[in-house]
């Protein structure tokens, strides 16, 4: 799902051409799987240039609609994919940067979100990780589970005006135009998919209790199930959250989202609609740490 660049919240005068931006330096992640889960990504091909950035427009929506608004064709074509990820920031990453750190994943919970984050670069590139994950997932399509995950990711100071602006943005005929019934609920017979798979994160500046994290995500999104007019489809793009340190874990104060990197689509065979309603049901998530 795809947000405009041109709008922020916090102490943002507005949204940029970075993505989710990482602390410290130039580094890179790796998952850890401590549940023993796997993943599954799905190779589509790419969506056409979206025509307009209406949605993106509503102040304080911030990362949360990521895929869904691209699938819904709802946000603009994007930056030229560019931007985000590469940066001209921080130094090039060593052979170090993707090697395992010895640092446990955390245990703590906020309700289905990992929380508990270390005080450090590698604490708040694991937030940035998680927080994008459940900020892209479907539950943010449903009122009582996006208050839960908004109040669980964002610095207290920005979620009310933030829940105030999803709630214009999630509006009947939004939730329609992705496939969803008007009040957020899944057709019978079909499975919502809408997903969000960090492949890397990056350390723009970290100073204190601040940190700017960049996050490299690829996403899913669309309608599994005999019958899909709205298949599910892949999606690249770079993340930029504003971390800073509010009552003992990192939190959003604010975010911003750009188009790509995006590599080229291999020869894989799409998967028919009920495989991948199969895989989305069949594989859960990650929790990801350095």
């Known amino acids: 799902m795809s947000l405009g ?31 023993g889960e796997g993943g599954d990504s799905y190779g589509a091909p790419r969506r056409p240039a979206r025509k307009s950035r209406s949605l993106v427009t509503v102040v304080g929506v911030v990362v949360l609609l990521i895929a869904a608004i691209a699938f819904a064709n709802m946000g603009g074509g994007g930056g030229n994919g560019n931007d985000g990820g590469s940066g001209n ?38 937030a940035a990780s998680n927080y994008a994950v459940a900020l892209g997932s479907d539950g943010m399509f449903n009122t009582d589970t996006r208050r839960s995950i908004v109040q669980a990711t964002h610095d207290p100071a920005v979620v009310e005006d933030l829940l105030a602006a999803l709630t214009k943005a999630y509006s009947p005929g939004f939730l329609k135009n992705v496939g969803l019934n008007e009040d957020g609920t899944t057709p ?27 996050v490299w995500c690829t996403g899913l999104v669309g309608m599994a199930g005999q019958g899909s007019t709205k298949p599910v489809t892949a999606t690249w793009f770079t993340i930029s959250e504003k971390l800073k340190w509010v009552g003992g874990d990192w939190r959003i104060e604010s975010s911003s989202q750009t188009e790509g990197p995006t590599p080229v689509n291999g020869d894989n065979r799409a998967s028919t609609a009920d495989e991948i309603a199969g895989a989305v049901q069949g594989y859960g998530g990650f929790t990801y740490a350095r």
């Open 5 to 35: 660049d041109d709008n922020g919240y916090g102490n943002d005068s507005g949204r940029t051409d970075d993505g989710y931006s990482t602390i410290g330096g130039t580094r890179q992640t790796r998952t850890r799987l401590p549940d």
């Open 89 to 126: 920031g921080g130094s090039k990453p060593d052979s170090s940067s993707t090697a395992a750190t010895g640092t446990k994943p955390v245990t703590g919970k906020n309700g289905s979100i990992p929380s508990g984050f270390a005080h450090d670069e590698q604490g708040a590139q694991s």
């Open 188 to 214: 019978s017979g079909l499975t919502f998919v809408s997903r969000t798979i960090p492949v890397g994160t990056k350390v723009v500046e970290q100073s204190g209790d601040t940190a700017t994290i960049e």
